[in-house]
């Protein structure tokens, strides 16, 4: 089976438009234009459909409210001689009502969750379907005969549709392209602002998949044998944030003449749930960290980090806007 990638779409274009009464340097500069491709396309975790999240509002959902953006940020060709074939459908509208996706290809235009019947605006999209999936394209997506919108049928729920009841799938099976927004890793050079010789680096790596780890290096270059705590935490532009220690480790000073240690190494890994679930705003952390003497923490490593991520998230958001902290929670993620 052809694998239809965003390479093929284009070069289709390119062949679809490259008619003489086009210019070739008009055809290549379209055909390679990422304009041919829309992002900001999502999938509501409350009904299920695909919308389009790229306005302050989202829209009306059929499950009350507006829609809410979850998991992959699809990117979706669209243009004015998309064409069908055997493997791409065309006719899929953005609905200015609602802000799904929904098929216009019928007279009726059936039920749009804002009241009335789906009304088309914008772009001409042309969805390919029936191609194999891989990590950068989505299978499962389909259209619902009920409310005639494309809804993802990969859970055992099938959301809510403004037709009543469920979504029902119909047709065939939609492969979606969406991008994969970068791993985020953050090093850093660390150091105290107290008495101790000691210092080094820290690494957080985290990934789409919820996969992280955490990593680091502290070298005492004092005398005094020295117990730290190394306390680190992601902290997302709305406040979820995840924490990190490296909690009670000895690095020891010149005073120690036998086996003698002066430098602490770790690198440890996990995955988390949460990290995957938030990913877009987890790819746009901050990094944080405080390192101090582990007999300063009398309250507990956790309730340490906790106050720190308040602390600073306070300090992070007053600099930028008065920020909402709705959405604001410390999850440790590690203690090693
Ligand atoms: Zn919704
Ligand atoms: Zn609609
Ligand atoms: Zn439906």
Redesign the pocket.
Known sequence: MARTTRRDFLLGTASLIGTPLIAPSIIRAASFDNDFFQSQWRY?D??A?L?FNGFPAKGT???GGA??AYGFEFELPHGNQLVETEKAQANWRYCGKCFSMFYDGFPDKAKCAAGGGHAAQGFKFRLPHDIADDGKNQTEWRYCQKCHVMFYNGFPGKG?CAAGGAHSAYGYVFVLPHGNPPDLSIRTNVTTSGWAPIGGWLQVDVHSSGDFSFAGHIHNSGAVNIRYTLAAVLITPSGQSFGFARNAHRVDGTQTLIDRNRDDNWNSNGNDIDIMRNWDQVSRAQLQYRLVAADTITTGIEKYLFDFTVETFQKLTQAATSHPLTKFYMKLLQTI
């Open positions: 509501c409350k009904c459909v919308f959902c059929s499950a829609h809410n809510r």
